[in-house]
């Protein structure tokens, strides 16, 4: 079993301090925007970049290929989707909901601090707060809500491994 054969949720503390800071983050959201279509999308006051650009984040994330090639290494297919980038200006806004992802996701914190509540298998509910540098391992189909403590910005990995039904 390899680091990223996700069978629970893992928290990496301290993951990589070296993070994008806002101007990183505000580029992206105005050229996604300014695409048009479903590069920007808006959900509950937070803000979902999908277009990016894959050559300037390898080279903003300290150890990108190492992470990239772990996850390629020990999932079915292979194959990392396109990172989207999640910001949100303001604090207590809300949440994004309770929801599972039908992919494992893993979630770098790059701004401001973030609350995460997971439902473990066995209904255990656990709440893990990831400040600037942390990375969260969530595995598919796990239940979990995310909401921001403070402005924050993000980008979210996830992996095309489905999980067994």
Same mark, same amino acid.
């Given at each position: 079993?390899?680091?990223?054969?996700?069978?629970?949720?893992?928290?990496?503390?301290?993951?990589?301090?070296?993070?994008? /800071?806002?101007?990183?983050?505000?580029?992206?959201?105005?050229?996604?925007?300014?695409?048009?279509?479903?590069?920007?999308?808006?959900?509950?006051?937070?803000?979902?970049?999908?277009?990016?650009?894959? /050559?300037?984040?390898?080279?903003?994330?300290?150890?990108?290929?190492?992470?990239?090639?772990?996850?390629?290494?020990?999932?079915?297919?292979?194959?990392?989707?396109?990172?989207?980038?999640?910001?949100?200006?303001?604090?207590?806004?809300?949440?994004?909901?309770?929801?599972?992802?039908?992919?494992?996701?893993?979630?770098?914190?790059?701004?401001?601090?973030?609350?995460?509540?997971?439902?473990?298998?066995?209904?255990?509910?656990?709440?893990?707060?990831?400040?600037?540098? /942390?990375?969260?391992?969530?595995?598919?189909?796990?239940?979990?809500?995310?909401?921001?403590?403070?402005?924050?910005?993000?980008?979210?990995?996830?992996?095309?491994?489905?999980?067994?039904?």
């Amino acid at each position: 079993m390899g680091l990223f054969n996700l069978q629970e949720p893992t928290v990496f503390y301290g993951f990589d301090q070296k993070v994008p /800071d806002w101007d990183f983050f505000i580029k992206h959201a105005n050229y996604a925007k300014n695409l048009g279509g479903n590069h920007f999308r808006v959900f509950n006051g937070y803000y979902f970049v999908v277009e990016v650009f894959e /050559d300037e984040i390898q080279n903003t994330i300290h150890g990108y290929q190492d992470f990239y090639n772990q996850i390629n290494s020990n999932h079915d297919d292979g194959i990392m989707a396109r990172p989207v980038f999640l910001i949100s200006y303001f604090n207590n806004i809300g949440n994004l909901g309770k929801h599972k992802d039908p992919t494992d996701q893993f979630f770098w914190n790059c701004i401001g601090n973030t609350i995460w509540d997971v439902e473990l298998e066995n209904g255990e509910n656990m709440r893990y707060v990831l400040s600037p540098g /942390d990375m969260i391992a969530i595995p598919a189909n796990t239940y979990h809500n995310v909401s921001s403590a403070t402005p924050r910005a993000g980008i979210t990995f996830s992996s095309n491994r489905k999980a067994d039904s």
